[in-house]
Nanobody, 127 residues
């Protein structure tokens, strides 16, 4: 069983920055693929960013490329999402997810690939 706990959400003005953190349990965290997704009411959960176990390979949704950075600290069992130049469209509940069976061929943008999810943290960007 893997538990994920997100933190760092809040209210920020457009153009501002936030850093989300996701603390994970599990002895083999370094082997997990980790992802961030977001969701707004009445819409499907949307892929934001993902990082492979080594931290060397990352993927981003087109809407956040150049503004968001995903990273991980395997010694702390934590994954981060640095969000810069925030826009009102970035508003939503942000979820951290873990893929404990990650393979090099995994499509990390698919929510169905992930086995465990956090409870989410609200990010609100005002205009």
């Amino acid at each position: 069983q893997v538990q994920l706990v997100e933190s760092g959400g809040g209210l920020v003005q457009a153009g501002g920055s936030l850093r989300l953190s996701c603390a994970a349990s599990g002895r083999t965290f370094s082997r997990y693929g980790m992802g961030w997704f977001r969701q707004v009411p009445m819409k499907e959960r949307e892929f934001v960013a993902a990082i492979r176990w080594s931290g060397g390979n990352t993927d981003y949704a087109d809407s956040v490329k150049g503004r968001f950075i995903i990273s991980r600290d395997n010694a702390k069992n934590t994954v981060y999402l640095q969000m810069n130049s925030l826009k009102p469209d970035d508003t939503g509940v942000y979820y951290c997810a873990a893929d404990v069976n990650f393979l090099p061929t995994t499509d990390s943008s698919r929510a169905t690939e992930y086995d465990y999810w956090g409870q989410g943290t609200q990010v609100t960007v005002s205009s």
